[in-house]
C-alpha cells in the first residue's frame, strides 16, 4: 500500500460550506481522521502515510473552515467540528473511524470523540491546549510569540489579524532555518533538530500551505479562548493524551492538566520531548494504541 495516491476532494457540506480534504491509504481501511495544528492545512506527510497505511488504515485530512479550500465558518466554536467530520465520514461511507491530533488540532480531536460517540472508537490528542476559559495559568510557560498571540485573541479579529499577516511573512516562502528564526521563541532543541531531511520539509509542508489563508488560524485562535462548546466529562470514547515536557508552544502544564481531567484517558507525560520531537519519536506507538480499538 506504500506510495499509494492521495485523492484530493472538494466535499460539500450539508450547510453550504467547501471543506478540502485528502485521503490516501487502503480504500477498505478504516479512516483515521487527523486534524492538523494551528496554523495547518490537509497537507498528508510521508512518515504519517506510511504508518498508517502499514496497519491496514486509511488516513484522512482536511484543512479547517478558513484554511486554503476550506470556506470559512465564522464564529465556529472547536465543538463545530464533529459535524465537518461526520461529513467526511459519510462521504467516505464509514461507520467508525479513529481520530487524532496535534498542538491545536487536540481539542478538535477531543471535539469529535465528544460529538461523535457511535462513530469515533479511539482518540489521540497530542501536545494538546487544555481549555482557556477558567484557566488563569493557561500562558505560563509559552513561548513570547504565543503570548502575544493569544493576548490579541482575546481582544477579538481586528487586533489578532495583523499580527498574523506579519507572522505569515516569516513563513510563506520560508526554508527551514527562517521558520526556525521566525519561531524562535518556540522551538527547544529537541525541536530544531527535527527541522530536517524528510520531516523538515513535510512540516514546512503543512505550515505553510495553513498561512495560504489567514482566517483557518484566526478562527482556530478565537475558537481556543472561548468556550469550547463541549465539556471534557461528554467524551465517552477511549483517549490516549501525549505531550512533552519540553513544548514551548503547549506547555507541559498543559498536558498534566488534561491528564486529570479527561474521563479514562491513559495518559503519556514524556520527559524531554518537544513539541515536534514527540509527535516524530512516537507516532507508530500513538497509532498502535489506537488500533487495538479496531472491531476484530
Not at 6 to 29: C, F, Y
Not at 121 to 149: H, I, R, T, W
Request: charged residues 25%; negative net charge; hydrophobic residues 40%.
Amino acid at each position: 500500500m506504500l506510495g499509494s495516491m492521495t485523492e484530493r476532494i472538494a466535499l460539500d457540506l450539508p450547510d453550504g460550506r467547501v471543506l478540502d480534504v485528502q485521503v490516501s491509504g487502503p480504500a477498505d481501511g478504516i479512516p483515521f481522521v487527523w486534524h492538523h495544528g494551528t496554523p495547518g492545512c490537509s497537507y498528508q506527510p510521508a512518515d504519517k502515510q506510511r504508518v498508517l497505511h502499514e496497519r491496514g488504515l486509511r488516513l484522512v485530512s482536511y484543512s479547517r473552515a478558513g484554511a486554503a479550500g476550506s470556506t470559512r465558518n465564522k464564529g465556529r466554536t472547536v465543538a463545530s467540528i464533529a459535524d465537518d467530520v461526520a461529513a467526511i465520514a459519510d462521504h467516505l461511507g464509514a461507520d467508525e473511524i479513529l481520530t487524532g491530533g496535534g498542538s491545536g488540532g487536540g481539542p478538535h480531536a477531543l471535539a469529535t470523540g465528544a460529538g461523535l460517540p457511535d462513530r469515533v472508537l479511539a482518540v489521540l490528542a497530542v501536545c494538546c491546549v487544555k481549555p482557556y476559559v477558567d484557566q488563569p495559568d493557561f500562558l505560563e510557560g509559552m513561548g513570547s510569540a504565543n503570548v502575544e498571540e493569544f493576548s490579541l485573541a482575546l481582544e477579538g479579529e481586528d487586533a489578532l489579524l495583523p499580527f498574523l499577516e506579519a507572522d505569515r511573512e516569516g513563513m510563506i516562502d520560508a526554508d527551514a532555518d527562517s521558520v526556525i528564526r521566525t519561531l524562535d521563541s518556540l522551538l527547544p532543541d529537541v525541536d530544531r533538530a527535527c527541522l530536517t531531511g524528510e520531516v523538515g520539509a513535510d512540516l514546512l509542508a503543512n505550515l505553510q500551505g495553513g498561512v495560504e489563508e489567514l482566517y483557518g488560524w484566526l478562527d482556530d485562535d478565537l475558537a481556543f479562548t472561548r468556550d469550547w462548546g463541549f465539556a471534557l466529562d461528554d467524551i465517552r470514547v477511549p483517549t490516549y493524551l501525549w505531550q512533552g515536557s519540553e513544548d514551548l508552544m503547549v506547555p507541559f502544564h498543559h498536558g498534566q492538566w488534561l491528564a486529570r481531567n479527561l474521563p479514562g484517558v491513559v495518559p503519556h507525560l514524556i520527559d524531554g520531548e518537544g513539541h515536534l520531537s514527540i509527535v516524530v519519536g512516537a507516532f507508530e506507538q500513538m497509532v498502535d494504541e489506537l488500533v487495538d480499538h479496531l472491531p476484530r
